[in-house]
């Protein structure tokens, strides 16, 4: 079960995603990997026909979920998060390293996550090079 503190910083989390006004907070996922002082996020967000990867806010974001893992309680730490938001459900599965593929690279793995949760749709990441290009 988890403790006051991790279901406090898991609301926070679903609120800095929320602020996104220009997509619902429904049919996100947030997937990262998390270490001492390192956060690789990634949202992705149910578009219908597509998969939209915007830009995340690593700032605020990457805080929240740094101040998740560092709240953990015990010797073991998981490593990584899926956060996912579906008809107004909030599932959180969180990742030990005991269940990562240590041969696994981790985009591969972020790849694997994306598939379980919206199947074959095709993901539409921004053009890196325009930033005007931040939509979908």
Same mark, same amino acid.
């Given at each position: 079960? +988890? *403790?006051?503190?991790?279901? =406090?910083? #898991?609301?926070?989390? &679903?609120? #800095? @995603?929320?602020?996104?006004?220009?997509?619902? !907070?429904? &049919?996100? #996922? @947030?997937?990262?990997?998390?270490?001492?002082? *390192? =956060? %690789?996020? *990634?949202? $992705?967000?149910? /578009? %219908?026909?597509?998969?939209?990867?915007?830009?995340?806010? !690593?700032?605020?974001?990457?805080?929240?979920?740094?101040?998740?893992?560092?709240?953990?309680? %015990?010797?073991? /730490?998981?490593?990584?998060?899926?956060? $996912? =938001?579906?008809?107004?459900? #909030?599932?959180?599965? $969180?990742?030990?390293?005991?269940?990562?593929? +240590?041969?696994?690279?981790? !985009?591969?793995?972020?790849?694997?996550?994306?598939?379980?949760? $919206? %199947?074959?749709?095709?993901?539409?990441? +921004?053009?890196?090079?325009?930033?005007? *290009?931040?939509?979908?």
């Amino acid at each position: 079960m +988890p *403790s006051d503190r991790t279901e =406090v910083l #898991l609301h926070k989390i &679903g609120q #800095l @995603l929320a602020e996104d006004k220009e997509y619902p !907070l429904d &049919g996100t #996922l @947030l997937h990262a990997d998390v270490g001492p002082n *390192s =956060v %690789g996020p *990634s949202i $992705f967000k149910d /578009r %219908g026909d597509h998969i939209f990867y915007p830009d995340p806010d !690593l700032d605020r974001l990457g805080d929240a979920r740094l101040d998740l893992w560092e709240a953990q309680e %015990g010797d073991e /730490r998981w490593e990584e998060i899926q956060y $996912f =938001v579906k008809d107004g459900r #909030l599932e959180v599965i $969180f990742v030990y390293p005991d269940e990562l593929d +240590p041969e696994e690279m981790s !985009l591969e793995r972020r790849d694997k996550v994306v598939k379980q949760y $919206f %199947g074959d749709r095709p993901v539409v990441y +921004p053009d890196w090079d325009d930033e005007d *290009s931040f939509t979908d």
